[in-house]
């Protein structure tokens, strides 16, 4: 397993931006797939954006607004964030995982970061 550490999360307006990072610990890093979910208070944890050897998949709620990248040099990976709506309010967190099928589901991925809060409000 790695140890996910995320940041970047705070308070935004409105159709503002924000980049999330995540770092994560180990020497396989390059061999994860790696997730982005969130949380929202009272909801069940939802897919975001994954990113594999094969490309990357986006939730219908945040495709053309959301761009997930890594840099396996320095073991991260990023979220940008664009044209934040209030519903994107949620708790951030990052996953990785070593053996997948679709990355859209919580039990594919073998370790968790803390999360980060994200806030969009006027």
């Known amino acids: 397993q790695v140890q996910l550490v995320e940041s970047g999360g705070g308070l935004e307006q409105p159709g503002g931006s924000l980049r999330l990072s995540c770092v994560a610990s180990g020497r396989t890093f390059s061999s994860y797939a790696l997730g982005w979910f969130r949380q929202a208070p009272g909801k069940e944890r939802e897919f975001v954006a994954a990113i594999s050897r094969s490309g990357t998949i986006y939730a219908d709620s945040v495709k053309g607004r959301f761009t997930i990248s890594r840099d396996n040099a320095k073991n991260t990976v990023f979220l940008q964030m664009n044209s934040l709506k209030p519903e994107d309010t949620a708790v951030y967190y990052c996953?990785?995982?070593?053996?997948?099928?679709?990355?859209?589901?919580?039990?594919?991925?073998?370790?968790w970061g803390q999360g980060t809060q994200v806030t969009v409000s006027s």
């Open positions: 996953a990785a995982s070593l053996r997948w099928t679709t990355l859209r589901r919580n039990g594919e991925y073998d370790s």
